[in-house]
């Protein structure tokens, strides 16, 4: 078999305007998908020119397409070939019924628009549109292993324990034979080291008429554990399809061998040997290429993420790049991958088909990657509703998951409203919970509160955070943070509570910080910036690693340093300030233009000197951590003592028009009395679609909640599947109850139609 990249020489046409000839991957949102000031969603074209000779007619050849978002068209020579809905997933083509010898026009429609069938349907981040991983042509055999059975390899690798150090390796695929006569071939199988040492061997013997599966299962002794981020070990797999001697197919995959076991009360074990979780979360974006990464991209990517310890990556909320699932097996970094059926279900695909594709092709593509330990079916689906349908599509996608590979453990990330008696939460093997507090709602103390609860109620579930954090710009910064002030120093709070909340508590089984970047959000507009999120430990453009980043890393990482914090808050308008220096070494010392200040004997992550006292002026302010064997780390920075405060470390705020604190008080809430629901009429419990859809229904809703004031452009995306009774629910709406009652004796006497 042969591949061969086609990344070069396409031909762009978007919107109708001129073309241009561009080279894979690329975004036609890599701009406008960061801006904030609206983002194009359309069809664009690319199309290519490929050459075929006679001779490679007589093989057999493929059009594979990495990912093209969010649907995709493919024409060869004008003639439709294959349709693809799933925008993370690579999908291939079978091309010789649409190939002649000599010239052959490929053409690729891609359409990011909105679309009712396909997943996500609403989300906080850009739905970047283009052909933006690689394009390849496969020339194979007549006979090779399968490519059409929506995996990556056609080969599936599973291993399992049975004794101490001792594994069991099961191998099996399928075999294809395009010609009509029956072939006996040979399959030869060899585990090789890191060391390059064949450790184990076979040779199979198969007859494949037109397709035959294989399976090999052996005892593989004396493995090399793959122990994570300590040792990474991996071996290589080589399979190779051999007929008359000569190799039609080859193969080489990585797998290391490892056990994972999760507990509801003692957390997670890697082949035995307990581990927290300290994870983060990355979305496939960077500044101004949208989601068109590169291998370099991804290189940067793993690097910070190693550099800042973290052992696990939740890789949100879609399939990413092959190559990135790739790197967390060579690097030891857990993986949690998962599918984008994210904040509300499609009200056109009743089935779900379209998450279950999309479930189907993430479990066999990335299936062969060691880091993978379990497979996220769910993310916040109940934003605008929780019901026996939410949960039964639930079920449905646990049960694929199940069937595809019963060796993971599946997995969900519930929004902060689902309750801890949800029947959401009998699901899945374990449960993850997207808990803001202290941004969104409550005070960030709360997060302990909310999480011993869960396990009070909830003693045999599993749990951990899957998300958690707070908007950061670097740019502003404050002597007393607060919530939603987008300092670097309430970002700094907020994550050592965290941090200090799943270290104290060994029934949790680990974080997921949201995120570790900055990425594109086109519907978002706050902390000073517009079209990102800001949640991230590093920006976008990866250049600014904020305090938080190196906080974590002191929690985190082996790699012995110091760093001061509120290094960009240089501008310092009080005489007396609290120096915090984040370190993983015990002894630091402080000194102040050469002065020497005060030392701290501290293992905490975090260390506070207070009430230093700065000249007016420039000071110089300097740390040095001094470890066990006498080494010393440093690190300097420059604070500028001013007689007035620096108004540019303070987020202007624009007056508050909508979404007023307590908006509902221009209503008479005294006395109400509960109304007793006749059916057939409407209620608080029918979608605001079906109360748009009768004159009178609306004009109620639009009498207590306006047209937009609470309505905006994530709930209208909701409307067929939210109801007044669920907005009251979201703290962000601020609803009372007396208010419900108040709604039904208005609507209540509606009649439906």
């Not at 960061?34 to 690319?46: A, L, R, V």
């Not at 959000?521 to 600014?544: F, P």
């Not at 599947?721 to 009652?741: A, G, V, Y």
Request: charged share 25%; proline share 2%.
């Amino acid at each position: 078999m042969k591949i061969k990249n086609l990344n070069d020489n396409w031909l762009f046409t978007k919107d109708e305007q001129k073309s241009e000839v561009i080279n894979l991957p690329h975004c036609f949102n890599d701009i406008d998908g960061q801006s904030g000031n609206g983002m194009f969603q359309g069809e664009c074209h690319y199309q290519r020119n490929l050459t075929i000779c006679e001779e490679e007619l007589d093989k057999f050849i493929y059009l594979e397409i990495g990912a093209a978002s969010l649907v995709s068209r493919v024409y060869v020579n004008g003639q439709f070939a294959r349709e693809s809905s799933c925008g993370f997933s690579m999908y291939r083509i079978l091309l010789n019924p649409l190939l002649k010898a000599g010239d052959n026009s490929i053409s690729i429609t891609v359409d990011n628009s909105r679309n009712d069938a396909v997943y996500p349907q609403m989300a906080d981040f850009s739905f970047y549109g283009g052909l933006y991983r690689d394009v390849n042509l496969i020339v194979a055999e007549t006979i090779h292993f399968d490519l059409m059975d929506n995996s990556r390899d056609g080969i599936y690798l599973t291993q399992k324990e049975v004794d101490e150090g001792a594994f069991e390796l099961k191998i099996n695929g399928k075999i294809i034979n395009e010609l009509s006569r029956e072939k006996a071939v040979k399959v030869d199988f060899k585990l090789i080291s890191q060391e390059d040492e064949t450790v184990y061997s076979r040779l199979i013997d198969v007859n494949v008429s037109k397709e035959e599966k294989f399976e090999i299962i052996e005892l593989i002794e004396d493995i090399v554990i793959w122990q994570g981020i300590e040792n990474p070990y991996l071996y290589k797999v080589q399979i190779e399809l051999v007929h008359n001697g000569k190799i039609y197919d080859r193969r080489v995959l990585e797998i290391g061998f490892r056990t994972i076991d999760i507990t509801p009360d003692k957390g997670v074990f890697l082949n035995g040997k307990s581990i927290k979780l300290n994870g983060v979360s990355r979305h496939q974006d960077f500044d101004g290429v949208g989601n068109a990464l590169t291998k370099e991209h991804m290189d940067l990517d793993i690097a910070m993420i190693k550099e800042v310890g973290a052992n696990s990556v939740r890789l949100s909320h879609y399939q990413h790049d092959d190559y990135f699932y790739s790197l967390c097996d060579r690097e030891g970094i857990l993986v949690w991958a998962e599918i984008p059926f994210i904040s509300i279900p499609s009200t056109v695909d009743k089935q779900n088909k379209n998450a279950k594709e999309q479930l189907v092709k993430l479990v066999k593509q990335v299936y062969n990657h060691t880091s993978i330990y379990c497979w996220g079916i769910q993310n916040e689906i109940t934003i605008a509703v929780e019901n026996e349908k939410i949960y039964q599509l639930v079920k449905e996608l646990a049960a694929i998951a199940r069937e595809l590979d019963s060796s993971r453990f599946i997995a969900q990330a519930n929004i902060h409203s689902v309750t801890n008696e949800s029947p959401l939460n009998d699901i899945t093997d374990f449960v993850g919970y997207n808990l803001y507090y202290g941004w969104y709602y409550k005070e960030m103390t709360d997060l302990g509160v909310r999480l011993d609860e869960f396990h009070r109620v909830r003693p045999n579930i599993p749990v951990m955070v899957t998300e958690y954090g707070v908007d950061t710009n670097p740019a502003f910064h404050s002597y007393k943070p607060t919530i939603k002030d987008y300092t670097e120093e309430y970002q700094l709070l907020f994550q050592n509570n965290a941090l200090k909340t799943f270290n104290e508590r060994e029934f949790i089984l680990g974080g997921y910080i949201w995120a570790m970047f900055d990425f594109g959000s086109a519907i978002r507009n706050e902390g000073g910036k517009k079209g990102k999120n800001q949640k991230g430990l590093v920006t976008i453009d990866r250049k600014v690693k904020k305090d938080a980043f190196y906080l974590c890393k002191a929690y985190w990482s082996k790699e012995l340093f110091v760093k001061l914090a509120g290094s960009r808050f240089v501008n310092r308008h009080e005489e007396l300030n609290d120096i915090v220096a984040l370190s993983n070494v015990e002894n630091i010392k402080l000194y102040v233009n050469d002065q020497f200040i005060d030392e701290i004997n501290d293992t905490a992550p975090m260390k506070k000197f207070p009430n230093v006292k700065l000249e007016l002026g420039k000071n110089i302010i300097r740390v040095e951590a001094i470890d066990k064997n006498k080494n010393t780390y440093t690190d300097v920075i420059t604070l500028n003592k001013t007689e007035a405060i620096d108004e540019s470390y303070i987020l202007k705020k624009p007056e508050e028009k909508i979404h007023v604190t307590n908006w509902f008080e221009k209503f008479d809430l005294t006395d109400v009395q509960e109304v007793t629901l006749k059916e057939g009429y409407y209620s608080t419990f029918d979608t605001i679609e079906d109360l748009y859809n009768n004159e009178e229904a609306k004009a109620v809703f639009k009498k207590y909640f306006g047209d937009d004031a609470l309505i905006g452009q994530m709930t209208k995306a909701m409307g067929g599947l939210m109801t007044i009774d669920s907005m009251s629910k979201r703290s962000r709406f601020n609803i009372p109850k007396e208010l419900l009652s108040v709604i039904n004796k208005e609507l209540n006497v509606i009649p439906k139609n």
